[in-house]
């Protein structure tokens, strides 16, 4: 049969008869009401969108996870090193951003997550501030003044570029112990992650922050008393499990605490939510960027896996919760990493560019109601745009 007769009439009969079967294998339970792009900070240029009609397939819920340094060849090395497999194949709705910072194509994590968390475009170096190093309020602090639950997972310390940026306000990303400090500012109701020295052996001044975060109902725990498996957090208190005195372990060296975090991080959030009006957390994979800062590939292999486990455990409570947008994205690529020619499913030769971060597009993925609006190529400090207005932060 001629080509063209045969698709129309396949056409035809999808008309009267019904089109295939959508694929089984995806979480998505309706096709999204509406399909606008992203709109955020689109250049001059770009036509006119009409705010999308938000009402029916708004979140209640928002889970923002970040593998630092995660580009296109992390995943899909991660993928075929997985039995070419990732929970990230099971999001419906796949986007990219544009990750550069406001003096460099090339972001650091702390420019990129600041536009992540607060919807500008900054300094590298920057946490939580404008170019101008004045604090910018973030999708935390909105939320918490929204009186809204909200955590941070971090597989490195909790004062780290991207964890920071999100509580902290702080014109230098290295400036730990005022980071720390920061803590004490906003009332985060969970957070968990390494760098316990900048809360309780301090340099800089004679506070205990284990010891205030105590005093003002935080229930701190940390890696030497308890294990991540035995920790019982109560939901009548804010919670701090410190995982590492100064930066956790590699996967590969024993460091396991991201995937059960992940498990326990949206029950524990959800059932302090007692107003019922959401919440807010951000969950780190760190050290993918690690392993391409070593020029390591079977290192951003395993911390990529971890993280797509950790992905799993999210989709979980999302699939089953149904109010939950999950939103998955990079900072940035790091290492300019590439899959050789040789490379063999489960075998990967990996090479790279530089020891530093790239400025690739970087990926996106979206599950859940609002899903839809993270589709098309926007810039990174969209993300912030649409969290705040799928949360009615306005
Ligand atoms: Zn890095």
């Known amino acids: 049969m001629d080509k063209k007769v045969s698709l129309l009439i396949f056409c035809f009969s999808c008309l009267f008869i019904g089109c ?28 006119e969108i009409p705010a999308p ?31 070419n ?29 600041t536009a992540f968390s607060a919807g500008v475009k900054t300094y590298n170096g920057a946490i939580g501030v404008s170019r101008d190093t004045l604090p910018v309020v973030t999708i935390l602090e909105l939320a918490e003044a929204a009186g809204l639950p909200t955590g941070l997972v971090s597989t490195s310390s909790i004062v780290h570029a991207t964890p920071a940026s999100f509580i902290a306000h702080n014109r ?12 004490l500012k906003t009332e985060v ?27 003002r109902n935080y229930l701190v ?31 590969a060296q024993g460091r396991d605490y991201l995937v059960p975090a992940a498990a326990m991080a949206p029950g524990f959030l959800d059932r302090r939510d007692t107003k019922n009006r959401g919440f807010f957390l951000m969950i780190e994979g760190s050290q993918i960027d690690w392993g391409g800062h070593a020029n390591n590939s079977d290192y951003i292999i395993s911390e990529m896996i971890e993280f797509d486990n950790a992905i799993g455990e999210v989709l979980r409570f999302a699939a089953a919760d149904g109010e939950t947008l999950v ?4 900072d940035h690529e790091t290492g300019g990493y590439a899959i050789q020619s040789g490379s063999k499913m489960g075998e990967i030769d990996g090479a790279f560019t530089s020891d530093y971060h790239t ?11 609002g899903a839809e609006h993270f589709s098309g190529i926007f810039e990174n400090t969209a993300i912030f745009d649409q969290m705040k207005k799928l949360f009615a932060f306005d």
């Open 221 to 251: 725990e940390n890696f030497v008393e308890k294990d991540i498996q035995e920790i019982r957090p109560d939901v009548s208190k804010n919670y701090a499990y410190l995982t590492a005195d100064s930066e956790p372990l590699p996967f």
């Open 20 to 47: 295939p079967p959508a694929p089984t294998d995806t979480l998505e339970t309706a096709p999204p009401a509406t399909t606008a792009p992203v709109t955020g900070t689109a250049p001059a240029t770009a036509p």
């Open 85 to 113: 497999r990732l929970n990230l194949e099971r999001f419906p709705v796949i986007g990219l951003h544009k990750s550069y910072s406001s003096d460099n194509l090339v972001t650091d994590s702390a420019a990129g997550a």
């Open 53 to 83: 009609d938000n009402r029916q397939r708004r979140p209640k819920n928002i889970i923002l996870m970040i593998g630092d340094g995660m580009g296109i060849s992390q995943i899909t090395a991660g993928m075929y090193s997985n039995g």
């Open 189 to 215: 109701d969970l957070f968990i992650g390494g760098g316990a020295r900048y809360f309780n052996r301090r340099e800089s001044d004679t506070r205990n922050l284990v010891r205030e975060l105590q005093a």
């Open 359 to 369: 400025a690739d597009l970087i990926p996106v993925f979206a599950y859940g109601p």
């Open 327 to 330: 939103i998955i994205t990079a």
């Open 172 to 183: 230098y990303r290295k400036n730990y112990e005022e980071i720390a400090a920061d803590f």
